[in-house]
């Protein structure tokens, strides 16, 4: 039992360790802009799915005066 309490206890300090070697936010990132842009524009992407509107406002409507067929 004390040998996996030690075991469990030697991991944890390698694994905070790991825990810091991503990207930083100024490292190159995919198509020309840093981490931390990439990571700003996907948030932003985000939002703006979230606030699309519902298909039916998408539909173009007809001027005034015009009746449909």
Do not use: F
């Amino acid at each position: 039992m004390k040998k996996a309490c030690l075991i469990s206890l030697s991991l944890v300090p390698a694994l905070l360790a790991l825990g810091g070697c991503s990207k930083p936010d100024t490292a190159p990132g995919p198509g020309g802009v840093t981490m931390g842009e990439a990571r700003a524009l996907d948030e932003a992407a985000a939002m703006l799915d979230e606030r699309r509107p519902p298909a039916a406002a998408l539909q173009p409507s007809l001027p005034k005066g015009v009746q449909e067929r």
